[in-house]
Each structure stands twice: as structure tokens, then as C-alpha cells.
């Protein structure tokens, strides 16, 4: 079965999807969908419209899911429920801290209109969250502990950009070495937010903007910034250019845990990514999971599902006895 797939946004994290979809022969690009001119959007795929999201609601009947390809600070929590309303969703909101309302909203527009749309898909929220949760099964006596980087935040990048004055602007997270190494020794230690993470921006403000008041915007924000040391250096468009081109990341999820009558035997659960291109990477994930999403409304599952929600073998284009035969 061909999963036919609409594209809403056409930055980093859409190209990924796009591309993603040439890896799939069971998937098909028929739209990208934007709130610029469509006629200044070009896109990798030739025969594929560009087209304005005002018509949007004339593709409800030749999209099998839309992958929206927005923000997460402001754009996610309007658009999702929104389109959910119209088509099957997947999106990659990634504020945890408002992952339980976003759901609830989502999840609303969806049973009123028999659709199936999936948060918070990625690597983190998204793969990441189902290691903890498997990990949090198999050891139920432990800690989680998460590292992300070194590298891009997509999402943190995203709302510095949204900063009035800034131009262009990068935030790189940085595991802390020290608290990497006490978590793989086993010692189990107790760690603040800080003590795991440092957060470095690069920022290109605008002629004549408010240094200070970007400085302090970036490091107050809350559920991004305000948590962590974070530095802030303002940098001129060429050095951004010729610097922070890359889209680089990864992390670590670890789970240290103890078995035996005496909890005397410990144990250590290790998942790491190393991803040369974040929004690349992301953009294959929500393709695994568009074609789950197309699978479970076929099927009259309606409503707003997470990654929890989805078994493994639904976002495989393998047949059922490939998976049972090759990797199981």
C-alpha cells in the first residue's frame, strides 16, 4: 500500500522528510504545503506542487497523512490540533513540559473527526523516550539519566530565531563530561539539570537591536534556557556562515539499575545516537511513524497516539514474516 504524504513548512526539518521519502518506495510525496509565496519555495522532488496553506482543506481526500514540519515554541501547538481536524497529523513537538496538554488537544480534534495523528516524534521526544521506557520495565529499581549532544537543538535554535532582533542564530547543548562519566561507573548519582548540561549560543542580531535584551531573553526562557549555564556570543553572518553550517547531534539515555534478593548485582542499559544530520534523522522517524499513523486509521483507531503507543512492526515496510525471520 502507497502512503501518500502531504508536507506542511519547507525548513531543515521538512527537507529531511522529503528525503526520507525517497528512501521509502511504499511512500509518495504529493504536496508541500506553505505560508510563503509558493512561487519562492523550490523543492528537491520534481512533479510535487508547492502549494499555499490556504488551500490546504482541498487535499483532504489525497493525503494519507500530514507531517507537520513547524516549531514547537509557538507554531505545533496551534497547527497539529488544527490540521488533525482535516487529515492524520505527525509532528515532532518536542516541549516536554507540555507534551500532556498538547495530546490533550490533539487528541480531541482527532476522535471528533475520525482522524489519527502522533506527537512528539523524533529521537528525543521520540526514540529516546521509548529506550527509557523499556529500560524503566527491564529494571524497575534505578535512575534514567539523558544526555543530549554534543550538537544541534533544532528546537532551541528555532526559539532563539523567534527572539525580536535576532537575525539567524544556533544553540548547541553540551553533555558535561564529569557527569557522563559518574552515570557509567555505575555510582547512580544524583544530578541536577545543570550539573548534566551547558548550553552555548551563537547569535547574528539585527542592525542596531538590543544585545542585552536578547541575552537575557535567550537565558530566562523557561523549559528552553533558563535551567542551564548558558552562554551567549554574538557573532557576525559571515562567521555564522562559515562556522555553524552543520546540523550535527546525538545523546545518551542510560538506565543504572539493581537485581537480585539483595540488590547486589547492578546493571547498566547504555542507548547513544551519533547523527551527522539532525533534522535528516528526525525526518526518517516520522516517516516510520506516518506510515504506523496511515496503517492505525485504516483500521478505525482514532485519536492522538505517542511513540508508546505504536508497535514496532507497524512503521516496518517489511512484511510481518520478514521481521519475524530476519530480525527478531
Keep these: 500500500m502507497t502512503t501518500r504524504i502531504g508536507i506542511l513548512g ?15 518506495p511504499d511512500m509518495k510525496l504529493v504536496a508541500i504545503f506553505t505560508r510563503r509565496d509558493p512561487s519562492g519555495v523550490k523543492i528537491h522532488t520534481t512533479g510535487v506542487p508547492v502549494v499555499s496553506v490556504d488551500s490546504i482543506e482541498q487535499y483532504k481526500d489525497k493525503i494519507d497523512v500530514l507531517v507537520i514540519c513547524g516549531g514547537s515554541a509557538t507554531d505545533l501547538p496551534e497547527m497539529t490540533p488544527k490540521y488533525s481536524a482535516m487529515f492524520n497529523c505527525i509532528d515532532s513537538f518536542d516541549t516536554h513540559a507540555n507534551i500532556p496538554q498538547h495530546f490533550d488537544n490533539v487528541d480531541a480534534a482527532c476522535k471528533a ?49 523567534r527572539i525580536q532582533g535576532v537575525k539567524n542564530g544556533k544553540q548547541y547543548t553540551i553533555p558535561i563530561d564529569s557527569a557522563l562519566e559518574a552515570v557509567r561507573s555505575g555510582k547512580g548519582p544524583s544530578l541536577t539539570t545543570r ?48 562556522d555553524h553550517s552543520g546540523m550535527n547531534h546525538g ?18 542499559i547504555e542507548y547513544s545516537l551519533k547523527l551527522d544530520s539532525n533534522p535528516e534523522f528526525t525526518g526518517s522517524v516520522l516517516i516510520a511513524y506516518a506510515r504506523a499513523i ?3 486509521n485504516a483500521k478505525g483507531d482514532y485519536g492522538c497516539k505517542t511513540v508508546f503507543d505504536i508497535a514496532p512492526a507497524l ?11 530476519h530480525l527478531l
Design 10 to 24: 519547507y525548513g531543515n526539518l521538512a527537507r529531511g522528510v522529503e528525503a526520507s521519502i525517497t528512501q521509502n
Design 195 to 242: 550539573q548534566k548540561h551547558k548550553r552555548v549560543c551563537y547569535v547574528v542580531a539585527e542592525e542596531d537591536a538590543d544585545l542585552a535584551y536578547i541575552e537575557n531573553e535567550i537565558k530566562t526562557m523557561p523549559n528552553y534556557f533558563a535551567d542551564y549555564d548558558t552562554t551567549v556570543n554574538f557573532i557576525s553572518e559571515e562567521i555564522f556562515n562559515r
Design 113 to 161: 473527526n475520525n482522524k489519527t495523528s502522533l506527537i512528539s516524534a523524533g529521537w528525543d521526544p521520540g526514540m529516546f523516550s521509548i529506550q527509557r521506557l523499556y529500560a524503566n520495565c527491564v529494571l524497575p529499581d534505578g535512575k534514567d539519566y539523558t544526555f543530549w549532544g554534543p550538537g544541534v537543538s533544532q528546537g532551541h535554535s528555532d526559539a532563539i530565531r
Design 315 to 325: 512503521m516496518s515496510h517489511l512484511s510481518d514474516y520478514d521481521i519475524r525471520a
Design 294 to 296: 496511515a496503517r492505525l
Design 251 to 268: 545523546g545518551f539515555v542510560f538506565r543504572s539499575g539493581t537485581t537480585g534478593f539483595d540488590r547486589d548485582n547492578r546493571h547498566i
